[in-house]
């Protein structure tokens, strides 16, 4: 067990020091000059000069490189040009807002996506079946800022019921930062108005990230129902008289949601994309609108550090996917 | 290719998603001619801001008392337009790479599916948004930056099927009669592995087609006063929710135009991968 | 006395996209209690559909059409899916399928599936909850003791990859015992393994009848199989049974040209490597005659027009043919 999850993390290493290289090149390989990015437009050439000497950018590649390398090691991630404030501290501020709208996304996508995906397998082309496999496509193919919008219109300017934006009514205070996840600091707070506020807040956010992962896990959970409904083993646990239901919402299911369950870790990507905008419209204070202030605003510095973290959790979430396909089906765990 | 026409035409959703492929593209081609006032693409006419769809607008107008329904059909061009350019960019980086990667072995190939998975491993719409973002907001820098995120799934495609043909009983016969590399590469390889190839693309434009209209949302896209449907939605947010009809027929388009390239896709996809077929 | 299983005049089709189909075509069998009968046929002549017929679990478009399936008095026809699925399949009809790497469920420990099927199935000897858990498991680790599977504790705990093929067979035995039926169906048990397996799971299921008191109804294409393992036989083609009788009087004097054409070509009494000219009739189209008739040696202008009828051999097999009626 212990070598499969060592095994899993030596393999994302080189895709990882690829990351570093990647946002070090982004920063300092694109055409246009950072020293003269940072200055501004009216800056003097010494000005110019002075920025280069100060963040070593008159130094030779390599040594640049290093430097990165030292500062990343160390989490020191500059400075946000927009909010003054180090981009670590921004985002160690930011994370847990993200991580639980994220979160909840997911757990309704895989909460609703598999049951509909089992049913729409075995009703396997009847109109069940296509009214989902329609539903899935529309689920991929509709832009997610614009349903966003559409909710807003219907849920919260026409029928006023739920709040527009935000993750918290301005009227009520909030409690006290223990987790950050405010969720849960509302109930260790014991405040149960504010959860109910910030559950309120969190339902138009979550329904729209869920979708497109709702869509995608649909589509998989089906077709590997459709998959496994083919193997031998199902019509010798029919002859052996398995209960129907047990057959197909543990031994059938089981089965099925080894590809599901790859999905989810590619999802994740979509899932960080999708909150960037996402939150954007719910003015959501995540690290999706955060990389939204910071691309309006040029700010390069968070920019970078987003990158990074974003391909770090992508990284660390497909390493916990491939444990759980692990743990899914024995025959992976002995191969390696 | 008429075979695979033929079970098309047996998949109903696929033909509905041939179909509106097909009227999108005349839409883009024959855009100014079928547009009831090709002129607002630029032109401003403020004394009919903001009205409700009617018989003269069927859409509504917008914030400038431009026709909307006019903007979204001349729109579908420039949708298209960025679509098939970013799709074949990435082809034309992504392909070559895989073939070389799954051919030759070694420490390119190593080199090449390391990248690969770089590229990969950071969501497609952070990535261009950075690239776009230091390349300067334009069309043109949108347009490369998601060229320049796209090509690894080709990449990746081209390299599982190359690894698999070239490991395959023919291509050692073809060694084996003293066929060139060009030749086994080019003329036995690459048409075997073409299919998966179009059948990515094809999801490919439809993809694109989303994310460069939440660029032109997030203004790193489109620049006004294109009537791109991304930046119509953006502006349209200042004047919700009096003007719904504003934000909601540009989504429409959006929505219709790419479900029919998913479509389109999943029924070329039924048809070449015989594991899915067989589930159908 | 009355046989376990006695199958009558049995028809099945499926709907197809082409059209109608029809698989079984008058099949007709009987178990005596205590028996072994071997069911032999080429591929495509219906013996897995006539397994699903009798589990009650035909596949999607597919319907009896006609026909009586008998098991101890009881017409199962009649029974309702929940009643075969509650009262029927592993307490009364164990199953032991063709191929032991694909019957069992890849993902969960042998344990836990034969249990499953107990937890059940199994007869109800009054206890509850984890007693009632012991003691199946304590009957099947003496079951794979009987089974000769080394270290049956151990087994239960593995996943069905961890086994050899011979001993995953041994497992699926095992199971089909595991709930004391009186009828076990074996679909080509053999057929995924090699000769010596072979003859060793052969040999374990000839003294299991007589040990366990059941009758063993034996699918398979395979003669050999059968004169090493069956009591009586039954020759099925193109969804017809064409010779029935005992091992000994159809294996000394086959009477059907049928039979004749499979004996020679069986390796070890192979007359010629040729096989039988011509295939099997198609399901959507099928002569009106004799369904062998166009592939017979012995054909006769009646063959052609009229469907044969049955007859009795003077080793006293029931044959359809026009030869002995």
């Known amino acids: 067990m212990l070598r499969f999850v060592l095994r899993r993390v030596a393999l994302v290493l080189p895709s990882l020091a690829g990351l570093l290289v990647v946002t070090f090149l982004l920063i300092h390989a694109v055409p246009s000059d950072p020293a003269v990015a940072m200055a501004g437009d009216a800056a003097t050439p010494e000005q110019i000069e002075r920025l280069r000497k100060q963040y070593g950018l008159d130094r030779p590649i390599w040594e640049q490189f290093a430097v990165y390398l030292g500062k990343v090691a160390t989490l020191d991630l500059g400075e946000s040009a927009f909010t003054r404030r180090p981009v670590a501290r921004d985002i160690v501020q930011r994370l847990p807002a993200t991580l639980e709208l994220t979160f909840c996304a997911l757990a309704l996508s895989v909460f609703i996506g598999v049951p509909l995906g089992v049913m729409a397998g075995l009703k396997h082309n009847t109109w069940p079946d296509y009214l989902l496999r329609v539903f899935s496509v529309l689920g991929i193919a509709v832009a997610a800022f614009w349903f966003a919008i559409m909710l807003q219109l219907l849920f919260s300017m026409q029928l006023g019921w739920l709040p527009l934006r935000g993750e918290l009514d301005v009227s009520i205070a909030r409690p006290t930062r223990v987790t950050g996840f405010l969720l849960l600091d509302c109930l260790i707070a014991g405040r149960l108005d504010a959860f109910a506020d910030a559950a309120r807040h969190l339902v138009l956010p979550a329904v729209t990230l869920s979708l497109g992962g709702l869509a995608t896990i649909v589509r998989f959970t089906r077709a590997g129902v459709l998959d496994t409904l083919q193997h031998d083993f199902v019509f010798y646990e029919r002859a052996m008289g398995y209960r129907r239901l047990r057959l197909i919402w543990i031994y059938v299911l089981r089965n099925s949601v080894t590809a599901t369950v790859t999905q989810i870790g590619l999802l994740f990507g979509g899932l960080i994309a999708g909150g960037v905008v996402v939150e954007a419209i719910f003015d959501w204070p995540g690290i999706g609108s955060y990389t939204v202030q910071a691309i309006l605003t040029g700010d390069r510095q968070v920019m970078l550090a987003v990158t990074l973290l974003v391909g770090t959790v992508y990284a660390g979430v497909n390493i916990l996917v491939d444990v759980v396909h692990g743990l899914l089906d024995p025959r992976l765990m002995e191969r390696t | 290719m008429i075979p695979i026409l033929r079970k098309l035409g047996r998949d109903l959703p696929a033909m509905l998603g041939l179909g509106i492929v097909l009227v999108v593209l005349v839409i883009a081609i024959l855009g100014p001619l079928l547009a009831p006032y090709p002129e607002d693409a630029a032109a401003a006419h403020l004394l009919r801001r903001l009205k409700p769809p009617s018989a003269a607008f069927p859409f509504g107008t917008d914030n400038l008392g431009r026709d909307i329904f006019s903007r979204v059909i001349l729109g579908a061009r420039g949708a298209l337009s960025i679509a098939l350019t970013v799709v074949s960019t990435a082809m034309a980086i992504g392909v070559p790479l895989g073939l070389i990667a799954g051919y030759r072995g070694g420490w390119l190939s190593e080199t090449i599916m390391r990248v690969t998975d770089v590229v990969l491993a950071i969501p497609q719409l952070v990535l261009a948004l950075a690239l776009a973002q230091l390349m300067s907001p334009s069309i043109e820098s949108a347009m490369l930056a998601l060229s320049l995120t796209y090509w690894p799934f080709f990449t990746r495609i081209v390299y599982a099927e190359t690894r698999r043909l070239s490991a395959s009983l023919f291509v050692d016969a073809l060694r084996g009669i003293g066929a060139s590399t060009p030749r086994i590469v080019f003329l036995h390889i690459l048409p075997n592995a073409i299919s998966p190839v179009i059948v990515r693309a094809t999801i490919g434009l439809g993809f694109t087609i989303l994310v460069a209209a939440v660029l032109g949302f997030l203004g790193m896209g489109a620049t006004p006063p294109a009537p791109d449907w991304g930046l119509a939605i953006a502006e349209s947010r200042t004047y919700l929710p009096r003007a719904w009809w504003y934000a909601t027929f540009p989504g429409l388009a959006i929505l219709i135009t790419v479900m029919g390239f998913n479509l389109l896709g999943d029924g070329l996809r039924d048809i070449v991968d015989p594991r899915l077929r067989r589930s159908r | ?325």
């Open chain 3, 1 to 325: 006395m009355m046989p376990v299983l006695s199958v009558r005049g049995l028809k099945v089709s499926i709907h197809t996209d082409d059209g109608l189909a029809s698989i079984l075509d008058d099949v007709g069998l009987e178990l005596e209690r205590g028996r072994i009968l071997g069911v032999v046929g080429e591929s495509g002549c219906g013996k897995s559909t006539l397994i699903r017929a009798v589990m009650g679990i035909l596949p999607k478009g597919a319907s009896v059409d006609g026909g009586e399936i008998w098991f101890e008095g009881e017409n199962l026809l009649a029974f309702s899916e929940a009643e075969l699925n509650t009262g029927v399949r592993s307490s009364r009809i164990g199953f032991i399928p063709q191929d032991p790497l694909l019957a069992l469920n890849p993902v969960f420990k042998v344990g836990t599936q034969l249990l499953e099927v107990m937890r059940w199935h199994a007869p109800d000897d009054g206890s509850r909850g984890n007693a009632r858990r012991a003691r199946h498991v304590a009957r099947l680790v003496s079951l794979l003791r009987r089974m000769q599977v080394p270290d049956p504790e151990q087994a239960l705990e593995s996943y069905p990859h961890q086994f050899s093929g011979g001993q995953r067979q041994r497992l699926l035995i095992a199971a089909a015992l595991a709930c004391a039926p009186g009828l076990v169906i074996a679909d080509e048990p053999t057929t995924a393994l090699d000769v010596t397996t072979q003859h060793q799971i052969l040999l374990l299921l000839r003294e299991l009848v007589a040990e366990f008191g059941i009758s063993l109804l034996f699918v398979t294409h395979d003669f050999g199989v059968v004169a090493e393992l069956c009591d009586d036989l039954c020759v099925i083609y193109a969804g017809q049974t064409v010779e029935t009788g005992t091992v000994r009087s159809i294996l000394d004097a086959p009477a059907h040209p049928y039979t004749r054409a499979l004996l020679a070509c069986h390796p070890d009494r192979a007359t010629s490597f040729l096989g039988i000219p011509g295939t099997v009739p198609s399901p959507f189209a099928r002569p009106s005659g004799c369904l062998f008739a166009p592939r017979c040696l012995d054909v006769r202008p009646l063959c052609l027009s009229a469907r044969p009828p049955q007859g009795r051999s003077s080793s006293g097999a029931e044959v359809r043919c026009v030869q002995y009626a």
